[in-house]
Structures are given as C-alpha cells and as structure tokens.
C-alpha cells in the first residue's frame, strides 16, 4: 500500500465518522480525533521518514491554528479544531488548506440555510451587526452566539470539504478550473 493510499483512506474514514458523531451528537470526542492526529504522524514517519514527519507538522499548524483562533473567540468547538488537526496531519499543507477553505463554505452555507429554515435571518442579522459595531470600536462581543442558536454540524462540513479537495487533487483539477472553462 502506498503512502497516499494509506492517507485517503484514512481522511475519509475519520472524517466520516467524524460526520456521524457531529450529527448525532453535536460532539467530536477526543477519542476519534487524538488518535487521527497520531495516525497522521505515525503514516508519516513509516512512510517518508522525517521529512514526512514535519510535513505531517505542517499540515496540522495549517488545519489547527486557524481553528483554534476561531475556537478561543467562541466560533467553533474545539473538537472542530482537533479535527482539522487530524485532517492536517494525514492531508498534508496543500491539502489540508483546500479542506478548511472548503469545509468553511459549506458550513456558511448550512448556517445560513438553518437560520432561513427556522425563520431566525432578521434575529440573527441584529446579532451580526450589533458584534459587527463592538468590533468596530475596538470591544469584544459579549457572546456571538446566544445559547439556543441554532447549531451547525461542522463535522459533516469537514467531511464534505475533504471529500471535495480529495476529488480535486484526484483529477488534478479545481472546481474553480471548472468553472473558469465554461465562460
């Protein structure tokens, strides 16, 4: 087996179950995402040596940090910032950059489709640009997410982003490319 074999397999079958805990339980537990994150560094190391090692590194600050930065002023969980270590670690930079960029949007894109579905879009919108002000004038917002908000499951985002920047890196293609070819 080879070393992106071994990877892929990996991405997809902990960002699955990964999917499956975040949906049915609103949680990414420490027991899915901590062993990824070694399993990442252990392919890593048994594959490629050193060198894969700190690239593995590398993919984990990349999928890590802006996640926990997000994490620490209350925009997402800290499971979703384990995860995307774990996503790190066996994507790799490039890939692991794609996968959050990726993951974002669809989990802006299913916020905002839940805020619409329950009918919270002008409640919502009065939250926003109140934060939005506080920033603004240089304070932090009280809490940007009231405890009975609706929530979203950014563990399916996760998977859905990896399986999008899996298929891009497959055909050696963007969905961008795709659509600059047909204007």
Not at 101 to 116: E, N, P, R
Request: aromatic share 10%; proline share 6%.
């Amino acid at each position: 087996m080879s070393y992106d074999v071994a990877r892929v397999a990996a991405l997809l079958t902990i960002t699955a179950a990964a999917a499956i805990c975040d949906l049915a339980t609103g949680k990414l537990p420490n027991r899915l995402t901590y062993p990824a994150v070694l399993l990442g560094l252990g392919l890593a190391a048994g594959f490629t040596g050193w060198p894969g090692i700190v690239e593995a590194l590398a993919g984990l600050a990349v999928g890590f940090l802006p996640m926990f930065v997000a994490f620490v002023v209350g925009g997402y969980g800290g499971g979703d910032a384990k995860l995307m270590a774990a996503v790190g670690a066996l994507a790799l930079p490039d890939l692991t950059l794609r996968t959050l960029i990726y993951a974002l949007l669809i989990g802006a894109a299913m916020a905002l489709i839940t805020i619409i579905w329950q009918g919270r879009t002008r409640q919502t919108m009065r939250r926003f640009g109140h934060a939005l002000g506080l920033i603004l004038l240089g304070r932090k917002p009280s809490d940007p997410a009231p405890p009975d908000a609706p929530r979203v499951p950014l563990g399916a985002a996760i998977w859905l982003g990896t399986c999008w920047s899996l298929l891009e890196w497959r055909f050696s293609t963007t969905a961008w490319d795709a659509l600059a070819r047909q204007f």
